[in-house]
């Protein structure tokens, strides 16, 4: 028997953390104890129900996990190794990572970087690996510190923070947009030259305004999106990763027709195996371990349902580490 957050639909729906047993577990080559878990934007929505993130029921929430390998038949993996885990339709079609034991594909694992732990990989989760597929595509597409200011939406959520710390590091001049005003020395000390408010992106705009971003990573989506684009400098690259404002893209094809914008979609969930090792090993490197730990709020597996309403609710900054063993 082992604990686990699961999610139920047999009557109404229910989160609960409580008992599994072993022989409940779905089909996979790799038996895994998870020792650390966490709340990314998805699993938010999936513990509080406010989208249909889940496709089967019941089901175990968590689509991130970090810890030692049980058992496995995978040739990769063998007792005792070191992983992460993102994404791969986790929490969503499969039992997740928010409980003590977890059966997987090896296929989907990653062996950590000796300088990283499990406690700081999911400090990371798959919000920071996202960042850093973000930060990829803008230096993928000739975006470095010479290039100009890069605009980081969504500031205080957990891409964001890792964003703002990862392009800091690299000598970014970042500008950090949030709707949290006494977060500014917060986003300053992780590497934000200037704070801006959100409300000056998140209302419809005109289809090309003033040039000022080379890069912009967008958390956000919707009219965001839209005004970000609209901002960006000639040739200037603009990666998009979420939707916290809206799925929509209420915008124009004039950015990308008239200043040769790029909008670069970046996908975490169903990303190969190889950006996930480039992504792993750039973040052991380029993500500072002093402001990894000033980013993050630890709950035990217990408190993940409510600190999952309060997420959504928009009153958690960075990012939220669950240990999943007392």
Request: glycine share 12%.
């Amino acid at each position: 028997m082992f604990r686990a957050l699961v999610l139920d639909k047999a009557e109404t729906f229910t989160a609960t953390v409580k008992l599994a047993d072993e022989s409940e577990l779905p089909q996979g080559d790799v038996t895994v104890a998870i020792a650390w878990s966490t709340l990314n934007y998805k699993d938010a929505l999936a513990i509080t129900n406010k989208a249909p993130v889940v496709r089967q029921w019941p089901m175990v929430a968590g689509i991130d996990g970090a810890g030692t390998v049980i058992e496995s038949s995978h040739p990769a993996w063998k007792p005792g190794d070191i992983f992460v885990h993102n994404g791969w339709g986790v929490g969503e079609t499969h039992w997740g990572c928010l409980a003590e034991t977890a059966r997987l594909k090896g296929d989907w694992l990653v062996r950590l970087p000796p300088a990283l732990n499990p406690r700081q990989a999911m400090a990371i989760g798959t919000a920071g690996y996202t960042a850093m597929l973000c930060v990829m595509a803008l230096q993928d597409h000739g975006i470095d510190p010479s290039s100009g200011e890069v605009l980081v939406t969504g500031a205080t959520g957990g891409v964001g923070s890792v964003a703002v710390a990862l392009l800091g590091k690299l000598g970014y001049s970042v500008v950090a947009a949030t709707g949290k005003p006494d977060q500014a020395e917060y986003l300053k000390g992780l590497g934000a030259k200037a704070i801006m408010d959100r409300a000056e992106l998140s209302q419809a705009g005109k289809p090309l305004q003033k040039e000022r971003w080379a890069g912009v990573v967008d958390a956000v989506g919707s009219h965001t999106l839209v005004n970000a684009l609209a901002q960006t400098r000639y040739g200037g690259v603009v990666a998009a990763c979420g939707l916290a404002q809206g799925m929509d893209l209420p915008g124009s094809v004039a950015p990308f027709i008239l200043r040769g914008v790029t909008l670069t979609g970046i996908d975490s969930v169903m990303a190969p195996l190889s950006k996930r090792h480039k992504a792993w090993e750039r973040l052991a490197t380029d993500l500072d371990p002093g402001l990894l730990e000033q980013m993050i709020v630890e709950v035990p597996l217990e408190e993940a349902i409510p600190k999952a309403s309060e997420l959504m609710a928009g009153k958690v900054r960075g990012r939220i580490l669950v240990r999943v063993r007392p």
